[in-house]
């Protein structure tokens, strides 16, 4: 049955003018390349540009240029892109983006859904000329991801991953399966994201950790996942960690996925990221992801290790990186658990943004010095990052470049007061991808702001560039898949998607296809010969022969592959990896390791004694690979490597420690102990000691803690005081009885409020001194967190509001005037403040730094100056212009940063807690207030709980700030550190 959907709408090549939209145009020649320059603007390029605008250039390498290759109104507002075998670029568009937050009658409005457009350039002259609605489908609220592969055209939209088959070629879908549904994340930026094919012929794809995820594959397999993320859009409201899979594992927040074309094997390739947004495979098998923060300041691109823990929120989901963050860690180690056992190493911390879509680029076309180039789009800092991944032991190096950007220093400081409104910070890339002609395309959003579910262009317009080498005109090439040559074409395509047409073709002509597919093992591209490796190994014995061999190769990343490719196609996989173990490279025994995860210890106990003996003490992420292989098996891995391990554990060397922190076995608690009151070993070794404690969930381990809080070393004491305190709301909550061991006690403050609070509601204090009380207890840090709470339960005397309204937003507790505003009536008011009248004054830096010290630090960083509680904000000049801050400024809620949305906890006895929930478990709760306090609440005693939806910064004119003092802070945090 066909789906009804619209008539597909055509245009006409034209060059568009942008000033009925904008107030600006794009000059663009018949050759399709863009000029024009702007003198207020344009500085000196030392990458070469290419003009897109009279006051917006891109800026790239010397030897590439870029045209304006389509713009709205052929579509709008690209969330991503695909290229099918002609050549065409497929969009996902998101029109009505959050509904909730940015309403449709203010905007663009597609009430019949959002749409798949078909774009295409039909004469060859490097411009899309020719524009068609695939599908329009109210299904498809917000969707994140496309990926065309043949007729079937696979949209991400959370909680569904449909897919569109167009049967008859006519560029109408015929038929719609929902390929599968449960992920969390209806219409949120964290959720459902882009599928890619891989070289193995599987599918890959993402979701954010707006969860919870419960997904049942084909086969009945099911994947449950989750973390204590909730909020962000009003549906996001139930979320969960600690959730267990068919494969009796806990995978949390953000995941990598993988999944058979058929819909069964659904397998997570990785997991606790925050806001993967788009996997990128190479052809030897890497996957690489971005990640984004909440700190702006470590958001970050990474390889992903099969299996691997990213490291955002805690092991099993029920903390975020806040309620773990140590005394003396900075935000991204914290942020990405960089030292805690069991996660893989973090890989480029790129600072603030708001990282989207990635690719690979394996092709030729561009010139050689980019090919193995990976690209992963920075929409919130306007760039395209390039690396190009250097092996590492058993990880990656990642050196970062700006590849293409609309400034020509990424990172310098702008002098935003001379600019009212530069649309420089408007390009927005949200996509990279490689067409069939090996140039580049990038979607380009288009927005003054990014994140926290806004958007403020309200035309929709956006546009697609293409990247080619200057003066070189590239041609997609026609491919046909009905004869071996033609699949060879496609396998061999620079554009990702099109090699699985080849791939299947070849694949389903088994051993007849093994000699053209061999030939491609000494091509001259390496990643042509990677995916002959993956083929081959599909392809029968013949074919699989061909890769055994390959496992001798003296190529590093062609074992790998082979490994791999075999693993996937050899059911024993203990024999393959007894080939291997011994490989000189570590990164091959990494990939051994890997394999050996499920395996019985049994079954592979002789392979994980030479894998931990390989180990050289320096290789983190060789380290992890071990720690991953000996999975629910550490302690039999301990007693198999203990004979040659020194009895005495302060005579370990620094390999050995490694080891031990990694795998953690409850039997070493006591060695822990003895390490960590070593007086010989130093400070570092002494502090290793004490994490791989408290990472023992045992009560030997737990009570060697309390042991360590009362030794005369003021530094080892210190730290396990915090360990003490720490794990007692969550690993270890049950493994002593801590009243009796550590009692808790009331501070007299609160014990003097909640006696106030007793007799404020005691039914014999006269009216009188209820009135008094009340109004004692509004200006009382302790007393206004009470008589808040009384307010939510809906348990104060309503005849007291009034009363406690004139005294509460003077309360000295900052959090207390901000949770009032729910409750209370402000008094008066200071008028409102002109977003057009701030952004006419000049602000004075050195003032704004004294508006900043007096109202800012109490809860946000910027340089040395603040405390880290709310989102850092030393690099926020390089997410923000400078109406972009200051509406952030105005409107404090409108953008809540994700994981910064304020609860109101209240207790049996009346105690209220306000603040940001950074743990949620099963036996204890964790809030950070204002004031960057923790507190730690037994679930038993929580009455009650509440998410806003409004900030925890409070709103410049409850501060009493002028227009001028704001105008003045913008300039302080606009000018960098």
């Known amino acids: 049955m066909k789906i009804a959907i619209p008539n597909p709408t055509r245009f006409l090549s034209t060059s568009i003018l942008l000033g009925s939209l904008l107030g600006w145009s794009i000059k663009v020649q018949q050759s399709g390349h863009s000029i024009g320059t702007d003198p207020e603007i344009a500085g000196p390029n030392r990458r070469g540009s290419i003009v897109a605008a009279d006051s917006n250039k891109l800026y790239l390498p010397d030897d590439l240029e870029a045209t304006v290759w389509a713009e709205a109104p052929m579509f709008y507002n690209p969330t991503n892109i695909d290229v099918d075998a002609r050549g065409r670029i497929w969009v996902t568009e998101a029109v009505n983006y959050r509904n909730f937050n940015n309403k449709p009658e203010t905007r663009l409005d597609h009430p019949e859904g959002e749409r798949v457009m078909i774009l295409e350039d039909t004469n060859g002259d490097g411009k899309a000329d020719q524009s068609k609605v695939y599908v329009q489908d109210k299904d498809l609220v917000s969707p994140l991801g496309i990926a065309v592969i043949g007729n079937k055209t696979i949209v991400s939209a959370a909680p569904n991953l449909i897919i569109y088959t167009d049967e008859n070629g006519d560029d109408k879908p015929d038929k719609k399966e929902v390929f599968l549904t449960g992920f969390g994340g209806l219409d949120h930026d964290h959720s459902l994201h882009a599928l890619v094919a891989g070289p193995d012929g599987k599918w890959y794809f993402n979701t954010g950790n707006a969860g919870p995820h419960v997904v049942k594959d084909k086969a009945g397999w099911t994947l449950r996942a989750g973390s204590i993320y909730t909020g962000g859009t009003p549906y996001n409201t139930t979320n969960k960690g600690n959730m267990i899979s068919d494969d009796g594992r806990i995978w949390v927040g953000g995941l990598a996925l993988r999944i058979n074309p058929d819909g069964t094997g659904l397998k997570v390739m990785g997991h606790n990221f925050r806001n993967n947004y788009e996997t990128a495979l190479d052809s030897y098998g890497n996957l690489w992801q971005n990640d984004n923060d909440d ?19 805690s092991q ?55 090919r193995g180039l990976l690209l992963s789009c920075e929409a919130g800092r306007n760039v395209i990052f390039s690396y190009r991944p250097e092996p590492q032991g058993a990880g990656y190096r990642m050196p970062r470049t700006d590849f293409i950007s609309t400034f020509p220093k990424v990172d310098e400081d702008y002098k935003w007061n001379d600019i009212r409104e530069d649309i420089r910070k408007w390009f927005r890339p949200s996509d990279v991808a490689v067409g069939t002609d090996g140039a580049l395309y990038i979607a380009d959003w288009f927005d003054p702001v990014v994140g926290g579910h806004q958007m403020k262009d309200k035309k929709g317009y956006g546009r697609i560039y293409r990247i080619t080498p200057k003066g070189k005109k590239l041609k997609a090439p026609v491919i046909n898949t009905d004869k071996t040559a033609g699949q060879i074409l496609a396998l061999t395509n620079p554009s990702t998607n099109i090699r699985l047409l080849g791939f299947e073709k070849l694949k389903a002509q088994g051993d007849k296809a093994v000699k053209p597919v061999a030939k491609l093992l000494t091509a001259s591209n390496p990643f042509h010969r990677a995916r002959a490796i993956w083929l081959l190994s599909q392809l029968g014995p013949k074919g699989r022969k061909e890769v055994e061999n390959l496992l001798k190769s003296d190529q590093v990343d062609l074992r790998i592959t082979a490994f791999r490719a075999l693993k996937q196609v050899q059911p024993d ?48 992420f060789y380290l992890e690979a071990v720690g991953m292989a000996a999975d629910k098996k550490e302690e039999a891995l301990y007693a198999a490597l203990k004979p040659s391990i020194p009895a005495n554990p302060i005579q370990w060397d620094q390999k050995t420690a490694n080891l031990i922190w990694r795998l953690h076995p409850a039997s070493t608690a006591d060695l822990m102990k003895q390490r960590a009151l070593a007086s010989t070993l130093t400070a570092d070794a002494r502090k290793q000691a004490i994490v791989a404690l408290g990472f023992i969930k045992d009560p030997a381990a737990a009570q060697a803690m309390v042991e360590l809080t009362k030794q005369g070393d003021k530094s080892i004491a210190k730290q396990a005081d915090y360990w003490v ?79 406690i309204s004139e005294v509460i937003f003077t309360n000295p507790d900052q959090s207390v005037r901000t949770m009032a505003g729910d409750y209370f009536t402000r008094p008066g008011g200071s008028g409102n403040l002109s977003m057009k009248n701030i952004t006419a004054l000049k602000g004075d830096e050195a003032a704004g730094l004294a508006v900043f010290k007096a109202n800012c630090t109490t809860c946000h960083r910027h340089g040395k100056q603040g ?17 972009g801050l200051l509406d952030a400024i105005l409107n404090p809620s409108a953008g809540l940063a994700f994981g910064y949305e304020p609860w109101l906890i209240t207790t049996k006895n009346g105690q209220t807690y306000y603040g940001f929930l950074i743990s949620d478990g099963q036996d204890a709760i964790v809030v950070k207030d204002a004031a960057g306090q923790k507190h730690t609440i037994a679930t038993g005693q929580v009455v009650s709980r509440k998410q806003y939806s409004t900030s925890l910064m409070p709103d410049p004119s409850s501060l009493g700030l002028s227009e001028q003092q704001l105008a003045d802070l913008v300039a302080y945090l606009l000018k960098g550190n």
């Open 573 to 620: 996989v203990v024999a393959l990896a007894r080939q291997m173990v011994d490989d000189p490279s570590p990164a091959v025994r990494r990939e051994v390791a890997i394999a050996l995860r499920d395996v019985p210890f049994e079954q592979c106990k002789e392979l994980l004694v030479k894998l931990a003996n390989s180990y050289d003490g320096t290789d983190r």
């Open 867 to 883: 405390k880290d509680i709310g989102p850092e904000l030393t690099k926020i000049h390089q997410k923000f212009d400078r109406n």
């Open 316 to 370: 099993d989901g029920t903390r975020f990186w806040q309620g773990d963050q140590r005394p003396d860690q900075d935000i991204p180690t914290a942020h990405w658990h960089q030292e805690d056992p069991g996660v893989v190493p973090v890989g480029d911390i790129s600072g603030a943004g708001s990282p989207t879509g990635m690719v690979f680029y394996e092709g030729d076309e561009l010139g050689a010095k980019y």
């Open 725 to 803: 305190d720490f794990r007692r709301a969550n690993d270890w909550a049950n493994l002593l009885d801590w009243e009796k061991v550590m009692p808790s006690k009331l501070s007299k403050p609160e014990q003097q409020a909640l006696a106030m609070r007793q007799k404020l509601m005691e039914e014999y204090t006269s009216a009188e001194d209820k009135v008094k009380l009340a109004k004692e207890m509004a200006v009382n840090p302790e007393g206004g967190k009470l008589l808040v709470g009384l307010a939510a339960e809906k348990k104060l005397p309503e005849n007291l509001k009034p009363v």
């Open 295 to 313: 700190q702006v300041v470590a958001c970050r691109t990474s390889w992903l290790m099969e299996g691997g823990n990213m490291g955002y929120f």
